[in-house]
């Protein structure tokens, strides 16, 4: 009989280091959800393309008439109502891709969890198929840098699109676990894999 995996909501705040902390729980033997890079990955497919186009015009398109992120992101992200929008056409092709990740995975029971790392995993009701929802703390400071040199955003970037999500606070009061990665890369890991026994104890009661 297979043993269901536990599933894991990995949250925080934008360059926390989300996708650091799930490729770590990854190479301890968990299957890795990028939300983002399935919304992405959305943007390619032609129904969704064409929605997208339809509420926000031409103008997001680039010149191979792919969606153009940056341009997209220049949008939603000055208007909670276009942000909302555009979460409206995303969020439920990439819903219906992670329920069948979960469903495949506790069907086939060779993975012991699977990690949905997704920067609106309470707004877009991820957090609901969670039995471990992580908080990744992490400084401003860091953050801002993190961003500038892998994103190459300007300081007050970070900050203007945080404004559109929870607050800190309110999603680190709703997880159940919290690792700091303000510090090196042997302390982060050293505390994922505390958190990655705690879910096999928890995976075997």
Known sequence: MNIKPKIIGITGGIS???STIGRMLASLGAHYLDADEMCHIQMLVKEVKDKIVEEFGAEVLDVCGNVDRSRLANIVFQDK????ALCAILHPPVLEQIQAKIAEAERHGRRKAVVIDAALLEESGLSIYCDFV??????KERKVERSRLSRHWPADELEKREQFQMTLEEKKRSADYIIDNNFTVENTFRQVKEFWQHCLEERQS
Do not use: E, I, Q
């Open 134 to 139: 992580v908080f990744v703390n992490t400084s």
């Open 81 to 84: 109502a276009r942000l909302d």
């Open 16 to 18: 926390s280091g989300k």
